[in-house]
C-alpha cells in the first residue's frame, strides 16, 4: 500500500489541503 500510496501523495496531498482550508 506504501507504494501506491506514494504514486498518488501528491495529488491526493494537494486535494486534501483543500478540502481542509476550505
Do not use: G, K, T
Request: charged share 15%; net charge positive.
Amino acid at each position: 500500500m506504501a507504494q501506491i500510496f506514494d504514486r498518488r501523495a501528491p495529488a491526493l496531498l494537494l486535494v486534501w489541503s483543500c478540502c481542509v482550508l476550505a
